[in-house]
């Protein structure tokens, strides 16, 4: 079966200092993988989505980045967090068969909060 | 630009009752829609999932009605319990080859009182 990890669970960092949030998935190849953040009191915000290794789209400017070095690995990094990037990160994957995709999973989440 | 819409934003409701959770999307071309629970602090766990051509999904106490030409989705919660209080939030996909973005309402969260 398929799982997608996501580390840390929350995490506090000062202002200006860098950031890296891990996202792996086992048990399946190829799959699209994506970065949402939820700020409280809104919605799922598309940061990120990448369809392959080292293919990156991003949905939103802002001061975060996101690379794939592997092909289940996705990595959402930062090099000075603002106040504002406070927020709940969210890790998905999604099956792709032929063209579309069929359903999301997502992991467990990191609370971030920028002090 | 696709919009989702989830009415109400919160309802609270007696164990045991029935239930409709409410969403609306503006783009009626969608590849599918999937509904989610979220506890609070936690990811989201994905309850159901409606292709475009399908009209219902069931799973348990939950079934999930899709009117694609009306932009609608509901979401019945039979014999409501405690624990099903969460957040619940409906998702959308279009049609975009390589792009699998959802589309995400902002949720009802529910509150079953025991």
């Known amino acids: 079966s398929q799982t997608i990890h996501q580390w840390p669970a929350t995490l506090v960092q000062p202002v200006g200092s860098p950031l890296s949030l891990e996202c792996t998935v086992e048990g399946t190849s190829n799959p699209n993988l994506y970065w949402y953040r939820q700020a409280a009191g809104r919605g799922l915000q598309l940061l990120f989505y990448s369809v392959g290794i080292g293919q990156i789209s991003s949905e939103v400017p802002q001061n975060l980045s996101a690379s794939r070095p592997q092909d289940r690995q996705f990595i959402l990094s930062s090099k000075k967090l603002l106040l504002s990037d406070s927020g709940f990160y969210l890790c998905?994957?999604?099956?792709?068969?032929?063209?579309?995709?069929?359903?999301?999973?997502f992991g467990q989440g990191t609370r971030l909060t920028v002090v | 630009k696709q919009e989702v819409t989830q009415i109400p934003a919160a309802l609270s409701v007696p164990e045991g009752e029935n239930l409709v959770l409410n969403c609306s999307f503006t783009?009626?071309?969608?590849?599918?829609l999937q509904w989610f629970r979220q506890d609070p602090g936690k990811g989201l766990t994905s309850l159901l999932l409606?292709?475009?051509?399908?009209r219902e999904q069931t799973s348990g106490r939950l079934n999930a009605s899709l009117d694609k030409s009306s932009g609608r989705s509901t979401l019945y919660i039979a014999a409501s319990q405690p624990g099903d209080s969460a957040t619940y939030l409906c998702a959308v996909r279009g049609f975009n080859f390589g792009n699998e973005k959802l589309t995400f309402g902002t949720g009802t969260r529910l509150t079953i009182i025991p």
């Open positions: 998905a994957w999604s099956v792709k068969l032929g063209g579309g995709s069929i359903e999301a999973f």
């Open positions: 409606i292709q475009s051509s399908q």
């Open positions: 783009d009626s071309a969608i590849y599918n």
